[in-house]
């Protein structure tokens, strides 16, 4: 009796220590920390696991984990876009993780194939109008934006910015490079200013009758269609979303995602709450939060979303987007895109 009373003891002793050395994760994160905060806060009070979370810019965290290297504290690295998910392979700081229940959850065109990020929620680059004065029965695709008639009518943001490399990747390896320079250069003499601004400045310049034609990733006219500024919910007014390439591949799609990092020191940890964040709960929450859509198939779509009707996207795996990015920033370097 009294022997079995220690042993039972010793048990819990040691099950205790378990928990206390296992029991942290910690997370860099280029989303913002509203966007991903409540969702740690339920992933600690269901695991007991305590989440410490560093937030910043997506270039800058990367930057920060290449230098500190095995020496991080990070244990997973939340950013967006898969050409910068694919960078950070590239540079060697995450590593693989096979995982059965994110392979159920995730389709594979939105995972890394050997495992070193996986996406967590996805977002289309769309062709936004204004609805006086473009017939949507005039556009058809991201190819046809090259065309004459679209001459001094199209607001887009910078080539240096990741979701235009992403775009035109997807569109190198829907092509070939030769004729995607051709469009890029047809594309780029049809912009109404040079670059300037991000996405919802596209949908403002449009608004304002800089141009006709605004491309912007979906989130961010969900964003300015259910926020607190009136000038923007007065713009995103204006505009109707086009889904391009419905015809053809479907819409260009893109993801925000994360990865375990090398040198993570709570590895289990992070993997579980990568499979928390891919749970059907966290994908309506964390989707919605940000006007995105669930990665997982089956998770309710927003209002904001449903609004939007269904659409065709295209397939493509997502790392071909890394894999492409050097030659889409040449290429649109070439083009004059500034
Ligand atoms: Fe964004």
Not at 80 to 106: M, Y
Not at 268 to 288: T, V
Not at 315 to 332: E, F, H, Q, Y
Request: proline residues 3%; charged residues 25%.
């Amino acid at each position: 009796m009294k022997s079995t009373f220690k042993l039972a003891i010793l048990a819990t002793t040691l099950t205790l220590s378990a928990n206390a050395m296992a029991s942290e994760v910690n997370v860099y994160s280029a989303r913002k920390e509203a966007l991903i905060k409540p969702l740690l806060d339920q992933f600690t009070q269901e695991s007991g696991i305590k989440v410490n979370l560093v937030t910043g810019k997506a270039d800058a965290l990367l930057k920060r984990l290449k230098s500190e290297g095995a020496n991080t504290p990070a244990d997973l690295f939340i950013t967006t876009d898969a050409g910068r998910l694919h960078r950070a392979k590239e540079a060697d700081v995450l590593q693989p993780i096979s995982s059965e229940t994110l392979n159920a959850a995730i389709p594979s065109n939105y995972r890394d194939p050997e495992g070193f990020w996986h996406g967590l929620s996805v977002r289309a680059r769309v062709i936004t109008y204004i609805k006086d004065k473009v017939d949507p029965k005039k556009l058809t695709s991201y190819e046809d934006l090259a065309d004459s008639q679209w001459k001094g009518r199209i607001c887009i943001r910078g080539s240096g910015n990741i979701y235009n490399q992403s775009l035109v990747a997807s569109m190198i390896e829907a092509n070939g490079e030769a004729i995607t320079q051709d469009w890029a250069n047809g594309f780029v003499a049809n912009f109404a200013r040079s670059p300037k601004g991000g996405d919802r400045d596209q949908v403002k310049a449009a608004a304002a009758g800089v141009c006709d034609i605004a491309i912007i990733n979906t989130y961010y006219l969900g964003a300015m269609i259910n926020g607190k500024d009136d000038a923007q919910k007065a713009a995103a007014a204006k505009v109707a979303l086009f889904w391009p390439n419905q015809g053809d591949r479907g819409a260009h799609v893109n993801i925000s995602g994360a990865g375990v990092t090398k040198a993570a020191k709570h590895k289990a940890e992070a993997i579980k709450l990568l499979e928390f964040l891919a749970n059907e709960k966290s994908q309506e929450w964390y989707a919605s939060v940000n006007h995105e859509y669930p990665v997982r198939a089956g998770v309710e779509w927003s209002d904001t979303l449903k609004a939007w009707g269904t659409f065709n996207a295209d397939t493509l795996n997502l790392s071909v987007l890394g894999k492409n990015n050097p030659t889409a920033v040449r290429l649109m370097d070439k083009a004059g895109w500034k």
